[in-house]
């Protein structure tokens, strides 16, 4: 009889425990169904976040290191995207001014058809003469490619001299503009420049502003990036590391 009671609460016991875990169950059923829960994806997180946190910790601004190396060709970067295959001349009816001292031809005091000669070696550069009427005027020299002023100064041999950085057919090159008037290259350095920009005049000739020689433009294009400012060359194959203008002039 005892053992039969026993068993009966164990069983009672038991059945309380399912109805319990039953009601349970339905109860948590119904919750669900009022307020459904759905995973939340991670970007969802990132786009509710406070505006105000975001705009105190805005994105670092692109780099404008020079010591980056851009990873385009020169004529596809910014600076360099009008690479010129042409230049702009820089004289008034350039090609019939060349009539002394071309690019490469080799002079020196005593073989030269400039005299006096105080130079020897290969021309590195392209000399545009002027006309008798020119001397006592100014004669404006405009730049030959888009690019920008990156030095201006006196120096020996030339007088006046600007140096301007740009790109010939998809390759960095400086421009040397010789025998200017120092004073009257009004643009700054750093500046930038369009193809066809008044850069300057001429010197006057035989004065300190051509450094004593006669009135021209010398007119240099050296490969590369660094500034080289030499007339002559001594060794024929260092012309290499030059260009002839008048191969690029429109």
Not at 37 to 42: E, G, Y
Not at 132 to 150: A, M, R, S, W, Y
């Amino acid at each position: 009889m005892k053992t039969n009671i026993k068993v009966l609460i164990i069983l009672s016991i038991i059945a309380l425990i399912m109805i319990i875990l039953a009601l349970f169950f339905l109860f948590n059923q119904k919750v669900n169904q009022l307020n459904p829960q759905h995973p939340v994806a991670s970007n969802q997180n990132l786009n509710n976040q406070n505006p105000n946190t975001a705009a105190e910790n805005p994105l670092p601004a692109a780099t404008t290191s020079l010591e980056i190396s851009p990873a385009v060709p020169p004529a596809a970067s910014p600076e360099r995207n009008n690479a010129a295959t042409l230049l702009t001349p820089p004289i008034s009816s350039a090609l019939t001014r060349v009539t002394k001292k071309p690019f490469g031809i080799k002079v020196s005091p005593g073989n030269s058809p400039i005299s006096p000669e105080r130079f020897s070696g290969f021309h590195t550069g392209v000399d545009f003469e002027t006309f008798p009427d020119e001397q006592n005027i100014d004669v404006p020299i405009f730049t030959v490619c888009p690019g920008k002023l990156i030095y201006k100064n006196y120096v020996a041999g030339y007088g006046g001299v600007a140096v301007e950085s740009c790109a010939l057919e998809n390759q960095p090159v400086t421009i040397i503009y010789g025998h200017l008037k120092l004073a009257s290259i009004k643009i700054k350095t750093g500046q930038q420049l369009n193809a066809g920009d008044k850069i300057g005049v001429l010197g006057k000739g035989y004065s300190p502003e051509t450094d004593g020689e006669r009135k021209h433009l010398h007119l240099g294009i050296h490969k590369g990036t660094s500034i080289n400012l030499l007339g002559y060359v001594q060794n024929l194959g260092d012309l290499n590391n030059w260009l002839d203008a008048t191969k690029y002039l429109q």
